[in-house]
């Protein structure tokens, strides 16, 4: 069995349900009454906000490599970024790795080609949706990927950051949320939804809304590391 290194604290409350579904999931697959080994090195979320917000992505990578060389110090054979934001410096970072990183966008590509979707939503935070990671990764397989307006993205990444990473859920946070997914597939033609956040699933917990598929990218990005914690 290989050990997981996960960077986590991006926010807390998602890196909680990596290691409850790291778990759940292994334990699920393994069944022989033993537990996974897993590394969790829990860092600065106001660190990479202000790399990200003042655009500082070579702080940024330097940052990330220096917490993912702590991994591979304690022993860890492979890790990953519990959260979708920092994967726009991924490529430079998973070059530069002592260990094999798991990106979470390639994760839900494959996911989306499993489900034959051709033209998706997303939603997380404004690096999200801003970023061209998830629309250049995606466009390799011909999917198309739609994002919210201006001020719904402003809507969402202020909820996202001042309720959801401190776990704070609200109902008429959610009723907004499910607004913005019907518009985008009322308007937009969205065949499924990628929720780009680790957090949003706190709060949108359906497999389907509006008729269309759901892709929780923190639920992905699990099966993808016990599927190589197993290998």
Do not use: C
């Not at 897993?38 to 979320?45: G, Y």
């Not at 497999?207 to 929780?216: A, C, K, N, Q």
Request: net charge negative; charged share 25%; proline share 4%.
């Amino acid at each position: 069995m290989k050990i997981l290194g996960i960077i986590g604290g991006m926010g807390p409350e998602s890196t909680i349900e990596y290691y409850r579904q790291v778990i759940a999931l292994y334990r699920q697959r393994k069944q022989d009454g033993s537990y996974p080994l897993i590394i969790i090195n829990s860092i600065d979320l106001k660190k990479i906000l202000d790399f990200m917000g003042g655009n500082e992505l070579v702080g940024l990578t330097e940052y990330l490599l220096a917490e993912v060389q702590k991994l591979a110090k304690a022993g860890a054979d492979l890790g990953l970024l519990a959260s979708n934001s920092p994967h726009v410096i991924f490529n430079e970072l998973s070059r530069r790795s002592p260990i094999p990183l798991l990106s979470i966008v390639e994760a839900a590509l494959e996911a989306t080609i499993k489900r034959g979707l051709k033209r998706v939503g997303l939603l997380g935070t404004r690096f999200s949706m801003q970023g061209r990671y998830y629309p250049d990764v995606f466009s390799r397989e011909g999917i198309t990927v739609i994002t919210p307006g201006a001020e719904e993205q402003d809507y969402i990444h202020d909820k996202y950051m001042n309720e959801l990473v401190n776990g704070i859920i609200i109902s008429e946070t959610r009723e907004r949320l499910l607004a913005i997914i019907e518009r985008l597939k009322t308007q937009e033609g969205i065949e499924g939804l990628i929720l780009g956040g680790t957090e949003l699933p706190l709060i949108l917990r359906e497999e389907t809304y509006s008729g269309i598929p759901v892709l929780d990218t923190t639920r992905i990005h699990v099966e993808s590391a016990v599927t190589q914690m197993l290998s």
